[in-house]
């Protein structure tokens, strides 16, 4: 399937991504994972991104597309994408329909998944997150902590609280959320790629994203 999934931080983007690429092959492209990823490795595009990641700023419009021009044309792109954090920005929207026109593919839906403020607040602030670039797994201190304390399950790495993931961080991203995000419903609404689902858990917007594919 290609799948664009849109919502703000904290909507659950990258958990309904990675439980989608269980059921068919398509890969997760979180531009969020790839510059944490840069960040810690130390590249330049790392040491580009990190001050603007951290005061919970959007990164340029043209590092990101140089990341996803690229990605996107990866082999492991043909069996589908699940694109999680991007586009963010209507350029980086207008900028995509142009890659997936010279690459000859069309989006199935654009799933917009809307959570109410309080509740993104109450997961931002108690999300956790491995600190492994390959791995990056999500926990949640109150709903879903790792076994042991600060430890990731699944590769033993730290698991830590983002260093945009302050209060003050958290509050910035929702506003930038919506001013330069929201946009993009009216975009693909306009495009005819529009699915907006209020399920309350993840599982719920992985079924409801499987009953519109399936028509
Ligand atoms: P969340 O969805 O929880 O906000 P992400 O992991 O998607 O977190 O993104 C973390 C940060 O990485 C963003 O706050 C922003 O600084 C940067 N970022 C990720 N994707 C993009 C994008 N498409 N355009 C601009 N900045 C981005
Ligand atoms: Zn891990």
Partial sequence: MRLILLGAPGAGKGTVAKLL?????????????????????????????????????LVPDDL???????????????KGFLLDGFPRTIPQAEALKTMLARLGVQLDVVANIEVPREEILNRLTTRRTCVNPQCQAIYNVRSQPPKVEGICDKCGSAVVQRADE???????RLDIYQEK????????????????????????????IQKQIAG
């Fill in 181 to 208: 995000t929201a946009p993009l419903v009216a975009f693909y609404r306009r495009e005819g790629f529009l699915l907006t689902i209020t399920a309350p858990t993840s599982e719920g917007v992985v079924a409801a």
């Fill in 64 to 78: 990101i597309l140089g990341i996803m021009e690229k990605r996107l044309q990866e082999p492991d792109c043909a």
């Fill in 166 to 172: 302050t209060e003050a961080a958290i509050s910035r």
């Fill in 21 to 57: 690429t269980q059921l068919d092959g398509s890969v997760q492209i979180s531009t969020g994972d790839i510059l944490r990823g840069a960040v810690q490795a130390g590249t330049e595009l790392g040491r580009k991104a990190e001050a603007f990641m951290k005061a919970g700023d």
